[in-house]
Every structure is written in structure tokens, then in C-alpha cells.
């Protein structure tokens, strides 16, 4: 008896045991009302919302500023905001271990993997057992566990500056990269604005809601967002916006006629066409349109934006013939690849790791509230949905 497809004729003549409504079962949760999420929401045409402001109008906000508002609810006063960033800046301090464990793991393990160890590792030196510290802490130690991720990675291990913990998150980030030949500023802008759009996308996508599952159990916020990183990694989740730039570097060309002939094929193909389509959204996302206008003041000539301006005039054509997909404009990954690309982050396989720092502070935030603010204070508690055996007998409904 499959009651997840609703078979009904499979079910037993005899007296059921109990009555269920079958439609969403086997459905991932879809659509289901499970909590309430006091962050962020999304809606069809303005798409995500921190905290009651659209995403539009928050895209030239520093990181520093949206980790405020989603921890507190609130924008920060400019005193406020000079204190949050100092606060971040003490709590930034990474211990020398975690570059130890790092040069042990295998570098040909995908960067996800290693960002889950990272965070696993962090949580390991020093776990406080409050929420909000060790989500802060976790925030605060972001920018130099990704810059030893990238570095050790890629054999670059040794002489790696000091992090004197001044500054941005993002400029902590870029001087622990330290990369020779890039223009640290054109970096910063990019990666900043691409924190801000990234941090948080409502409560039930699936690394929150695996992270906040996780925590329900009360394991550590470290152990809950390593297991929130490993649900960003598959490739139907976070992991789209690798496979987005792959798709664009695939095209290699940006003339209309032949990114129609190849949008087309991969159609045909039963391939998807990235950078496109979405579940909630029915309008071009804002953080996709944010983008594309950071691209045209900052590197209209590259030649990867140079494709994506022309997929974002054709793709849409091509898959509004088909009725059946409800959203064919472009999504948020469409961008963010090209950019990156632009200022040195050629590897695509490094994407998914900026998507995972940003949504530390959604994910961190929703945890605490979930944690501390839910039920009176008293926190959610622990996750336990309901699965019905196939072998019990029940009535079957719709
Ligand atoms: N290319 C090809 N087919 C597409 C498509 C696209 N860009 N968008 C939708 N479809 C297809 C779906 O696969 C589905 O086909 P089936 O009925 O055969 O299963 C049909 O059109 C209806 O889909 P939908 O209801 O419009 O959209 P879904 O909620 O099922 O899927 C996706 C949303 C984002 C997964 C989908 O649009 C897609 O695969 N896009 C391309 C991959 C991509 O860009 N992913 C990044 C998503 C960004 C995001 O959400 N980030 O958080």
C-alpha cells in the first residue's frame, strides 16, 4: 500500500485504525505549516523579505547591518551599527587548530564538506551552550574559516596573514585570501552585496529547516549548522548556483541567436535551463535583478555577464512556450556565478561556500528564535513529524 500516492484501491478492506489525510504525504513537507519564522518571508512578486523589508531595499546595506536586523528585528542607528561590527570583530578570533584540521583533509573533497567540517571544528574548541553566543561567535569566525578553507584548499597553507580582526567581515575574508592581481575593493563590493541577498530565505527551505530540526534536539548551534551546511551542498539546493556558472561557462557564447539554439537543446535534452525558474517566485527574482545591475556598473564587458545578459533576454521567451512552468524568469543564481567569476572566484565548485556563510546568520537567527522565543520562551520542542506505516491499516482521504 502506497498511501503517499494516495492509491487508494491498495488500501484494506478492513476497519481502519485511523484516519488520515493522504495528499501530502511523500510530498517533502510541501506547502505544510509546521512554525513560524519571525526573520524573513517570501512572496511571489517581491520575493524575500528580511524582516518586513523587501530584499530591493536592502541590497546596499553592509553584512554587518542585516545580521543586526535579523538577530534584533530592527535596522541598526548608525551608533548601533559601529558598535555590532566592533562586537563581531572581538568574537572573530579563530583558533589555530582549525587551519591544523584543515590541512589534513583530503583536497579534492568537495568545499562544502569542508565547511562542514569547519564549523564542526570551531564547535569542537569552543562551545558556550548559549544560543545566541555561539551563533554570533560562529558569525563572527565566518570570514576567517572561509579564507583558511580557500587557502589551504588550494595549497596556498603557508604565510597566511594574521587576521588583526579589524574592519568588515568581507575585508577580514579578502585579507586572509590574499590574493595577488584582484581588485580587493571591486572583491568586497561583490561579496558584501552577495552576503546581504543570501542570508536568509524563509523558515522551510531545507538547510534552515535541517537546522533548526537539528537543534531541537538541543546539539549545539555549531552541530545544527554543520548539519544545515551539508543540506545547502545537494545540487537541488544550494549547490544550483555551481551548477549555474558551469551552465554559462558551457554556453561561451553570447550571441542571442546561438544562446537560443543551445537553451533550446537543453530543453530538448530534459536538461534544466539554471538560472531560471522558481518555486514561490513568479516575477523576475529581486536579488537576480540587484545583481544584474551591480553587473552592469561594475564589469558590463566580462564575458560570462555578457551571457547571462543576453540568457535573461532569450531564456524566458523560450520557456514561456511551455505552459507548465509556472516562473520562467531568472532566479538568484543566474548573477551571482558571473560576478564572482569576474573578481577571481573562478572555480565554481567554491560557489556554494559564499551561499553557506551567508546563510549562517538566517539560519543562526531562526535557531535562536526557535530556540528562545517560541512557545512563551520556552523554545519549539523537539521535531517529530509523523510517518504512517504502510502496513497499518487506516482511512484514506484526500
Ligand atoms: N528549466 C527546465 N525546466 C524547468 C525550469 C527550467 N528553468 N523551470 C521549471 N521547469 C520544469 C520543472 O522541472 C517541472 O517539470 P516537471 O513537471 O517535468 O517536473 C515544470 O517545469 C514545472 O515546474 P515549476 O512548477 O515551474 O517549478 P518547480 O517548483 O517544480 O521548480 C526550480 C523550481 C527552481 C527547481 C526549477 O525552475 C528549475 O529546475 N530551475 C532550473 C535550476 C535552477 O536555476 N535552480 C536554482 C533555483 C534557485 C533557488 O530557488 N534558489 O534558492
Redesign the pocket.
Known amino acids: 500500500m502506497d498511501v503517499g500516492e494516495g492509491e487508494g484501491e491498495h488500501l484494506t478492506q478492513d476497519e481502519p485504525i485511523f484516519t488520515v489525510h493522504t495528499s501530502h504525504l511523500n510530498t517533502g513537507l510541501r506547502g505544510v505549516p509546521v512554525g513560524t519564522c519571525r526573520t524573513s518571508f517570501v512572496t511571489p512578486t517581491e520575493g524575500v523579505h528580511y524582516c518586513g523589508y523587501p530584499i530591493a531595499e536592502l541590497a546596499n546595506f553592509s553584512p554587518e547591518d542585516i545580521v543586526y536586523l535579523l538577530f534584533n528585528k530592527e535596522l541598526p542607528t548608525s551608533e548601533q551599527s559601529e558598535a555590532f561590527s566592533a562586537e563581531l570583530g572581538k568574537r572573530g578570533q579563530v583558533p589555530e587548530s582549525l587551519a591544523a584540521v584543515f590541512h589534513t583533509l583530503p583536497t579534492d573533497g568537495h568545499p562544502m564538506d569542508w565547511l562542514s567540517v569547519g564549523i564542526h571544528t570551531l564547535g569542537m574548541l569552543d562551545t558556550t551552550g548559549d544560543w545566541k553566543e555561539d551563533a554570533l561567535n560562529l558569525i563572527a569566525r565566518m570570514p576567517r574559516l572561509m579564507g583558511l578553507l580557500f587557502r589551504i584548499r588550494e595549497g596556498r597553507g603557508a604565510d597566511i596573514p594574521e587576521d588583526d580582526l579589524t574592519g568588515s567581515m568581507v575585508q577580514r575574508f579578502v585579507r586572509t585570501l590574499d590574493i595577488d592581481g584582484v581588485d580587493d575593493d571591486l572583491m568586497e563590493k561583490i561579496l558584501s552585496t552577495y552576503l546581504v541577498l543570501h542570508m536568509d530565505?524563509g523558515g522551510g527551505n531545507l538547510s534552515t529547516f535541517t537546522g533548526k530540526a537539528i537543534a531541537s534536539g538541543h546539539a549545539t548551534v555549531y552541530s545544527s549548522m554543520a548539519g544545515a551546511m551539508n543540506a545547502l551542498s545537494g545540487p537541488l539546493h544550494g549547490r544550483?548556483n555551481q551548477s549555474?556558472l558551469e551552465f554559462v561557462l558551457r554556453i561561451g557564447t553570447s550571441d542571442p541567436d546561438e544562446v537560443e539554439t543551445f537553451v533550446r537543446n537543453e530543453?530538448a535534452a530534459k536538461r534544466?535551463?539554471?538560472?531560471?525558474?522558481?518555486?514561490v517566485l513568479r516575477a523576475e527574482d529581486p536579488r537576480a535583478t540587484v545583481q544584474f545591475a551591480l553587473g552592469e556598473s561594475l564589469c558590463p564587458d566580462d564575458e560570462n555577464f555578457k551571457i547571462i545578459r543576453t540568457l535573461r533576454e532569450v531564456a524566458p521567451r523560450v520557456?514561456s512556450e511551455?505552459k507548465?512552468?509556472?516562473?520562467p524568469n531568472a532566479?538568484?543564481?543566474i548573477a551571482s556565478g558571473a560576478l564572482l567569476h569576474h573578481v577571481g572566484f573562478t572555480d565554481p565548485t567554491y560557489y556554494t561556500t559564499f551561499f553557506g556563510w551567508a546563510r549562517v546568520s538566517g539560519i543562526g537567527a531562526q535557531i535562536i528564535d526557535e530556540r528562545s522565543v517560541m512557545r512563551g520562551g520556552k523554545g519549539a520542542p523537539i521535531y517529530r513529524p509523523k510517518y504512517i506505516a504502510e502496513q497499518q491499516k487506516l482511512r484514506h482521504v484526500e
Not at 507548465?324 to 516562473?327: H, L
Open positions: 530565505h544550483a549555474c530543453l534544466p535551463v539554471y538560472g531560471f525558474g522558481h518555486a520557456l511551455n507548465k512552468i509556472s516562473n532566479n538568484v543564481d
